[in-house]
């Protein structure tokens, strides 16, 4: 089978976007992988037996039955598709990304020039549009002067070669300029998962504040039952419904007055299970995980200020548990973004900043609407809450020189909180020894074929 003929259910989305259930064209499937699993729990024949089975019924009749019908959901847990879903808001993204299972990629804003992307514009009028044209305007009319400040500053060393220099420098500045993209500002994702983690997701979207998300969320939902009928047509429940409807409507966007700095807000380690530990968190090597076990040792709660762009990045980290922060002027734009800039473009943020922030008060949006027009910039309050194996994972890995700054700077701030904390139980952190360093390595991480 070649892939030109490959059936892919595809949907259009409004406003120019669209998901995609790709075909891979295996010949065991999806379903079929979930079913020759599932005839294990109820025979030991084999799994031989179990594909004379399939060859011979197919794996409809069974997915309809044993899994939609009696609810045996740890049965779509064994076959996995994989979706693409285009042309939608950073603000979808994350919502879709918002999954402790979430496998999949998102388009960096560190390596794609996001001037050339689509704005998705929920409300339509001129003045919504101008708001958005303005922060591509400045961000286009930013990069050149960005990038000559940065090699100034970051002047090209011998030994390394002029295209990784530049990619790397060009990174920078896609860093610093996120700050002015608006989260209206289009992405592309991919979403890989089995096949009940995209049915419990799809059951929270279809009640997502944003209309642009249960959009998506009714159109995966359509794609999902013309490409597999049997496994996506589960009984709806008011009752669920209606909680879900609630909650999703009433709490699920986080709003908190500012931190004053990062700091654990609550500390639920029980201490005397943590020193039987002690040998297993010393001799821990770099680069490598604490056992899972010590997670029932219990959770540590932080509290702190960060920019939407790196929350956008933290948010990925799925074994720690997050709100997601509602983006809001309120806070202030971060300094960082600011403060990258060269004087006179810096002089040229300050005021676009002002007349973005009065333009979109005159708008007069609900709160999650206004999101849409609100630069990546802004800073928020955000709550994470994690136990140690998860947020050493976290702190180590975002507190490298490869890392936006912003981030960095915060996971540098927890990782010291953990060692004085826990430091005399024998936690030991690898942290990057000169993070502020302008690494040209940063220019290789780009994904691209040879
Ligand atoms: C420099 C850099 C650039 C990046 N660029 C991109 C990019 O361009 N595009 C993109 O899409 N992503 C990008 N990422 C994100 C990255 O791919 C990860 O998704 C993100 O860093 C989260 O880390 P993780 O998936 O390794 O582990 P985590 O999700 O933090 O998990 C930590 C550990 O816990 C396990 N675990 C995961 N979930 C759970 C759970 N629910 N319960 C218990 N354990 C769990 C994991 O297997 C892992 O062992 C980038 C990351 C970095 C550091």
Redesign the pocket.
Known sequence: MSIESLKHTVKELNGGGMVMILDTGAVIGPESQAMIQALHSRSTGGVKHHLEILAKKGAENFMANFYVGYGHKSIGDCGTITLFIEGISMLAAKAIQDW??YS?????T??VDFSKQAFIDPVGSKESNEILENWRQFYLDSRAPVEAHLKEQFPIQEGETEKIYDKAISARGFDILRGFLPAGASTN?AWHSNMRQVADKLALLRHHPLEEVKHIADKIQEALLESYPSSFSHEIFETTENYNHQWMNEDYYFTHEAYPKTSILYNGIDTELLKTHKKVLEARPFKT?IP?FVAQTGMVQFGFMLDFGSFR?IQ?????TQRMPLLTTEHGLEQFYLDSLPEDVRKKAGEIVASQEEKIKKLKLEPETAQYYTAMGYNLPNRIAGDL??LV??VE??A?R??HPTLQKRAIEMANILEKEFGSYGLKLYLDEDPGRFDVKRGE?D?VMK
Do not use: C, M, N, W
Not at 316 to 320: E, L, Q, T
């Open positions: 402790a299972l999949g990629q998102e388009a960096s560190r390596y994702i995980e899972k990045d990925r980290h799925r074994a720690v194996p998860a994972y976290l890995l975002r490298t490869f890392v991480h994904i």
